[in-house]
């Protein structure tokens, strides 16, 4: 396994990979990067990124069936290994605590309030 830090991009896709479940695959990553976060990766960055989950043990793929509708070529789907959870909580856990340990910071509701 590579070292296990995760650098934001993969973090954000191994969040999507985890919001899409069943349904996580290139284009389908792509995609939701792009609704959630106004982001619109190369599919080679999308690629390198989820290549280098695969090393650090984050996430497994597997092929799915091929289909008449790409042209007999199979997906790729993936998923979160117990490790990748292990490694988004982790990050979560650090944003939080460094998030509150922000003096005049307070979150309400979903945004971001700076209080003075």
Same mark, same amino acid.
């Given at each position: 396994?590579?070292?296990?830090?995760?650098?934001?991009?993969?973090?954000?896709?191994?969040?999507?990979?985890?919001?899409?479940? =069943? !349904?996580?695959?290139? *284009?389908?990553?792509?995609?939701?990067?792009?609704?959630?976060?106004?982001?619109? #990766?190369? *599919?080679?960055?999308?690629?390198?990124?989820? !290549?280098?989950?695969?090393?650090?043990?984050?996430?497994?793929?597997? =092929?799915?069936?091929?289909?008449?509708?790409?042209?007999?070529?199979?997906?790729?789907?993936?998923? *979160?290994?117990?490790?990748?959870?292990?490694?988004?909580?982790?990050?979560?856990?650090?944003?939080?605590?460094?998030?509150?340990?922000? #003096?005049?910071?307070?979150?309400?509701?979903?945004?971001?309030?700076?209080?003075?």
């Amino acid at each position: 396994m590579k070292g296990t830090y995760l650098g934001e991009f993969e973090e954000l896709v191994l969040l999507v990979i985890g919001v899409l479940n =069943e !349904n996580a695959y290139s *284009i389908s990553i792509k995609e939701e990067l792009k609704e959630r976060t106004g982001r619109n #990766p190369s *599919i080679g960055a999308l690629h390198s990124a989820l !290549n280098r989950l695969s090393e650090k043990g984050f996430i497994n793929s597997k =092929e799915g069936g091929a289909t008449k509708a790409r042209g007999g070529r199979r997906k790729r789907f993936y998923t *979160i290994t117990s490790a990748g959870r292990a490694a988004a909580r982790e990050a979560h856990d650090l944003r939080t605590g460094l998030y509150q340990a922000m #003096p005049g910071f307070s979150f309400r509701g979903l945004s971001l309030v700076w209080m003075s």
